[in-house]
């Protein structure tokens, strides 16, 4: 006797060979789509850690309370101990040291001043009088790339202030 494939088995192996390629396809989406994520993270990651390091090892070396000459959300002009007058501001979505182009995907930077008793100084820019009461710092900046957002921050308090 003879066996055969008959239409109706060969129809049944088409459609559980088309339902595996269907759910092999989704997972295999899935990877690449975590792949691709992960790369953003990294890559906007070491931007935005560069940005904030370098952010908080100029900030930390603040000369001294009559250095900081504008104190503002998202702008902040002070000298240094070596004399040298910086400036960070947020430029469109650029992140300017010196107008100087530290970092970009910036969708918003934030500083916020402390005093003493770790008290928020406000309104913004901070007088003159104000300024000179800073004793902490917190910058918090957000980058954003291809619709997804991340975030970092810091709280630096100043050698000299």
Known sequence: MKKTITLIELVAVIIIVG???VGLGNFI??????WQFMDFRNEISQEGKKALDWMVRDIKEIKDSDSISVADTDDIQFTNSRDE?????LTGNTLDRN???LCSYIKSLEFEYRDSSNNVLSPLPLPAGERKIIKSIKITINLEKHNREI???SIIFPRSL
């Open 19 to 21: 339902i595996m390629t």
């Open 29 to 34: 989406i899935q990877i690449i789509d975590t």
């Open 85 to 89: 007058s910086i400036e960070y501001k």
């Open 151 to 153: 975030g970092f921050f």
């Open 99 to 101: 107008s100087y182009a």
